[in-house]
């Protein structure tokens, strides 16, 4: 054992020896000249090639990088039991994995197997800098065939990009943004003001029929699936629906049931605080893509059915564009009011297309008010009217207060449980009662038992519905009154006229009776 150790020290030395003579003999250029022959050879002989993404791009971050290791983490590396780091970033509202170091990861992408590789160095000590370097060196190297590269890249990169971005919007907070301060810029030069967006309503907690809601679900997403579709067909990728019915039918609730399915932003558009045409272009500008621009209550915001020049307004003071205060004023104050037009512009112009993977939602209780130029087809694609309570819009409410499922969970509750659901199935149309009526039921109701709730449900709907019959028949009471009226005037007309049509028929008679008796004379 001693002679083994001793062997093995005798070569050590004589290896060390060999090493210093030939970093005495050979430069350093000599060496490297060397070291990459050998390394060319080496790569001419491999059935591989290998691309680096490194973390840091000269002194900014390789977006690359942080794109490849998002989607390694999220899709690639799980499934391949590779040993991975846990994180979760700011704002996000899932955890994140992240490759470990010296870790690799085979992936493959149309029919063709790559393999990635987490490659950390320390870095050499560095000198004063304003932006510090990490201390250690990270990147990602990627190993294909050379037969597929062409197959691979750009596209296998683009698709790396693509899903990245959607891994990062989905696990981020969603945001509802309000132009509280009109047209105004803050610290960061944005208009907006946000607020993380935390509604729970989905389409399967909205009180809606299953066909309708299928049908709005499917419309959405085509759209967002439909970027080589616009592309195509040249249309700007963008989408309006106008959401309309009477107050309580659940417009907002399906505002955020669509901004949850799609995971987009929310723009809540208060065209009262918008001072002119102008300011409302910029706050389109500043809208990001994929997202839901709101409009609410659009006919009580602001007056454009009139498309005359409108008349000018009192002075006041607003917030400018630069974030200072203007006062308004004289002729000034109508330029600077929104138009028919500018709104036209801003759903259905060119400034419309400055993003893309938006919808335009338009909200009202009274659509016979609004302008038809609002309603056409290209600004508003789907009108969605959002009616009275139905029997299975119920059912959802029923589900959702109460847990009820089936018919078959009364049979212990009482007696005549079925007996109730087809009174509610029966009562529920001619009661025209709003969704939010009848969450307000079953809210009041939902610590007596489904039974009872919905049988003091059951009561309020026959109470609506008589009232509602009462109301038509006071209604057709007044119209045949007001008809009998109406007759009566007639009547004392023509009584007034007829008199006076005799005396004159009885004049003209009276002169040929006159003129006959002075003849016969």
Known sequence: MKEYWTALASLMGAFAFLQGVLHAVFPAELRAAVARLLGRLTRG????????VTEMDGMSTNEIYDAVQLYLSSTAAPASGARLSLSRPLNASSFTFG???SDRVVDSFAGAAVTWEHVVAPRQGQGFSWRPLPEEKRRFTLRIRRGDRDKL????????????AEIRRRSQDRLLYTNARGGAMDARGLPWDPVPF?????FDTLAMDPARKAAIMADLRDFAGGSAFYERTGRAWKRGYLLYGPPGTGKSS???AMANFLGYDVYDLELTEVGSNAELRKLLMKTTSKSIIVIEDI?????LTNRAKPAPAPPRARPGIDGGIEQDGGAGAAARSITLSGLLNFTDGLWSCCGAERIFVFTTNHVEKLDPALLRSGRMDMHIFMSYCTFPALRILLRNYLGFQSDGELDGFAAGAKEIVRGLEEWVDAAEITPADVSEVLIKNRRSGKAEAMRELLGVLKDRAAGKRRGGAAAAETGKEAGGENEEEEEEKRALESP?????TAGIDGHDEVTEAKKQV
């Open 500 to 504: 006076k049509e005799g005396k004159e």
């Open 198 to 202: 935390k509604h729970p309503s989905t």
């Open 45 to 52: 002989l491999s059935p591989y090639c290998y691309f680096d």
């Open 99 to 101: 490759l470990a170091a």
């Open 299 to 303: 006919d009580c915001s602001v007056d």
């Open 153 to 164: 890249l750009p596209a296998y990169l683009d698709h790396i990009l693509a899903a990245a």
């Open 254 to 256: 399906m505002i955020a």
